[in-house]
């Protein structure tokens, strides 16, 4: 098997900058990387964006029963289907673009996700499968560090807000590892960070999660607003006052079992 930048070279693949790619070489990092998402012996593991393919080989080198990988990129399909043959029945190709896509439809339980994410996809994906946490053993996702942080931040600081309460609502979640802008080819301007996410045994049904998407949207969409203020349009100050919590307060200042009392709250007034 050539190495990873020869077969880049070989098939010509250039990171796309309209496809959020960076790709990830150093084969120290991914093994790294492979190796945060745990024992992935008899695991289904999906990757997203595998792009040449630097994260795949690490994976297909850990005990993982099966890699589905997610790839929109046709230039990247022959490099990868290459790599498929080196690994027989446990390499599957999945000419897909990720964010049209039930990712848990692709493979049993237990399953996690492992991915480089393209930083121009990450949020809206991890939200999705926020949405479906329960179907996932753990999420191991590297994004730019600002979105690491604020997946990750703490009530009253400046990273916390929607991101992080819906997050940290569904899952565990801790920012496992810090990545160089000169590990990547070509290097991002930002450094990365990959979080790891593992779901809480008990997962909000579908009806109360999209009433705490729509609260923390209000909360956290003009953030120097009082909550009687921003989240006026679900409830206002006599919802609040219903969960025991300062109008005057900002949402900012909220910790998520709060936001949950709140989500919770709007739907017996519904």
């Known amino acids: 098997m050539l190495s990873l ?3 880049i070279r070989a098939h010509g693949l250039d990171a796309r900058k309209a496809l959020g790619q960076h790709f990830l070489l150093d084969p120290g990092i991914t093994a790294r990387i492979a190796g945060l998402a745990g024992d992935l012996r008899g695991r289904h593991v999906v990757e997203i964006g595998p792009g040449p393919g630097g994260l795949t080989r690490a994976l297909l080198n850990t005990p993982a029963e099966q890699v589905h990988a997610v790839e929109i990129d046709a230039r990247a399909w022959p490099l990868l289907d ?3 043959a080196w690994y027989p029945g446990r390499l599957t190709i999945v000419q897909a673009d990720a964010m049209a896509l039930d990712a848990a439809t692709l493979c049993p339980a237990p399953r996690q996700i492992v991915a480089n994410l393209p930083y121009n996809v990450g949020t809206p994906l991890l939200i999705g499968w926020l949405r479906q946490a329960a ?3 753990r999420l191991t996702l590297m994004f730019q560090m ?3 942080e604020r997946i990750c931040a703490a009530p009253g600081t400046g990273a916390y807000g929607r991101l992080a309460v819906l997050a940290q609502w ?3 979640c801790h920012l496992v590892m810090r990545i160089p802008p ?3 080819s070509p290097p991002p301007k930002v450094h990365s960070a990959v979080v790891s996410l593992i779901p809480h045994a008990t997962q909000p049904e579908p009806r109360l999660f999209r009433a705490m998407e ?3 949207a209000l909360a956290f969409g003009q953030r120097r607003k009082m909550l009687r203020s921003s989240i006026k349009s679900a409830g206002g100050e006599a919802l609040l006052e219903r969960a025991g919590i300062d109008p005057t307060r900002r949402g900012e200042t909220l910790d998520v079992a709060e ?3 709140l989500a919770e709250l709007t739907l017996e007034g519904g």
């Open 135 to 137: 179907r996932w053993e």
């Open 214 to 216: 729509r609260l923390t």
């Open 5 to 7: 930048g020869e077969t």
């Open 82 to 84: 290459e790599l498929a």
């Open 259 to 261: 936001f949950a009392r």
């Open 182 to 184: 000169e590990a990547f």
């Open 170 to 172: 569904c899952a565990s």
């Open 146 to 148: 600002e979105v690491g």
